[in-house]
Nanobody, 126 residues
Framework: QVLLRESGGGTVPPGGSLRLSCAAS????????IGWFRQAPGKQREGVAA???????TEYSDSVKLRFITSRDAEMTYSLQMNGLKPEDTGTYYC????????????????????WGQGTQVTVSS
């Protein structure tokens, strides 16, 4: 059984930093990627970063590139370091992974991910 659990959300002022963690169980390299997604109130969920299960490949959306870093901290533990946070980064952040039969491409496409955590709230406000 695949389980994902996010932690580390909170409230920070603009320019601040937060580090989110994703604890996974029941996954292997065939799940391909851990994706990081966010959803702001009234908006669609969007992909912001992805990392291969083994940690060797990453991808970022243009909106977070050079500010966010995703890494594999330990076996089945991943993080999203968020620096230079802006008010538009506010939202619920989720980690997700693909099914073993999913495609390798479209790393930030929500439709290619099958397993989701419960989400953690990030608020950037002065």
């Amino acid at each position: 059984q695949v389980l994902l659990r996010e932690s580390g959300g909170g409230t920070v002022p603009p320019g601040g930093s937060l580090r989110l963690s994703c604890a996974a169980s029941g996954i292997n390299v065939n799940n391909k990627y851990i994706g990081w997604f966010r959803q702001a109130p009234g908006k669609q969920r969007e992909g912001v970063a992805a990392i291969s299960i083994g940690g060797g490949t990453t991808e970022y959306s243009d909106s977070v590139k050079l500010r966010f870093i995703t890494s594999r901290d330990a076996e089945m533990t991943y993080s999203l370091q968020m620096n230079g946070l802006k008010p538009e980064d506010t939202g619920t952040y989720y980690c997700a992974t693909k099914s073993t039969s999913a495609e390798w491409n479209r790393r930030l496409d929500i439709n290619t991910y099958s397993y989701w955590g419960q989400g953690t709230q990030v608020t950037v406000s002065s």
